[in-house]
């Protein structure tokens, strides 16, 4: 079964550096073809891609996040990390991690991380 | 780049259908046919319905149908039933550069 599950802080202050991990079970990180993307919502929001990285490391960002973003996987952990810098409160969101299948489409979910940006 | 547009609401009564549209541009939803949609429930993650403009992941009811016309995609719920209101998002494939849009999300509601 193939499943995603995000963790990270729950609480985090202004100026603060966002990371979260998204832990992958049922597939490998290195298989062709494979992706993951973080993709956040904030409360009564749209949903809102942020990044995404392939199995063979190619990375992609949001174009208005792009300076303050980092993705990275660790294959052997079964890991994709996401790195957001210079919090802020308008960042509160839940965050998700998906994974890319068939048809370039988010085919699973992870069950997303509420993160609150507040001094 | 903006997101995609899509109407913030639409509504219809049980066993009737709902058509929600989802506009882009030639460089995301026009050029590519990698539209996707999803279903999100309140206080739940999204779910994939609809890929690949008009395709069917196994387990979604054929209830639910995609097309695409220019730069606008539209997702049909024929015979709405309860369990069909939610949130519903499109979103496309938008180049190397942009890689992914969403649309605004509209609320779906079952009269």
Known sequence: QVTLRESGPVLVKPTETLTLTCTVSGFSLSNARMGVSWIRQPPGK??????????????SYSTSLKSRL?????????????????????????????????????NIWGQGTMVTVSS | QSALTQPPSASGSPGQSVTISCTGTSSDVGGYNYVSWYQQH???????????????????????????????????VSG????????????????????????????????
Request: charged share 20%.
């Open chain 1, 46 to 59: 749209a949903l809102e891609w942020l990044a995404h990285i392939f199995s063979n490391d190619e990375k």
């Open chain 1, 70 to 106: 980092t993705i990275s996987k660790d294959t052997s952990k079964s890991q994709v990390v996401l790195i957001m810098t210079n919090m802020d409160p308008v960042d509160t969101a839940t965050y998700y991690c998906a994974r890319i299948g068939l048809g370039m489409a988010f």
């Open chain 2, 42 to 76: 309140p206080g739940k993650a999204p779910k994939l319905m609809i890929y690949e403009v008009s395709k069917r992941p196994s387990g979604v009811p054929d209830r639910f149908s995609g097309s695409k016309s220019g730069n606008t995609a539209s997702l049909t």
């Open chain 2, 80 to 111: 709405l039933q309860a369990e069909d209101e939610a949130d519903y998002y499109c979103s496309s494939y938008a180049g190397s550069n942009t890689f992914r849009l969403f649309g605004g999300g509209t609320k779906l509601t079952v009269l």
